[in-house]
């Protein structure tokens, strides 16, 4: 899997966890819920650089454009 396809992953695992947690009402922020510490475990990987997408789509179109089709 590649970098920017990684990103979109974590994007669209933040986007569910973030619905299930709304949906939970105040019961899923209590410090002892599961969801609770889903929800930081999830937001806190999906911040890390490499999953960041927008630096990974540049990083791969800038090798994709400079490589040309032929290269691959």
């Known amino acids: 899997m590649r ?5 979109l992953v974590a994007d669209l695992l933040v ?3 973030d619905r ?13 819920s599961p969801l609770q510490r889903l929800w930081r475990d999830v937001h806190s990987t999906a911040g890390h650089i490499v999953l960041r997408f927008g630096p990974n789509a540049s990083a791969y179109a800038a090798r994709a454009l400079s490589t040309g089709p032929a290269a691959r």
């Open 20 to 32: 299930l947690f709304r949906a939970s009402g105040t019961a899923g922020h209590s410090e002892d």
């Open 3 to 7: 970098g920017p396809d990684c990103a």
């Open 15 to 17: 986007g569910a966890v």
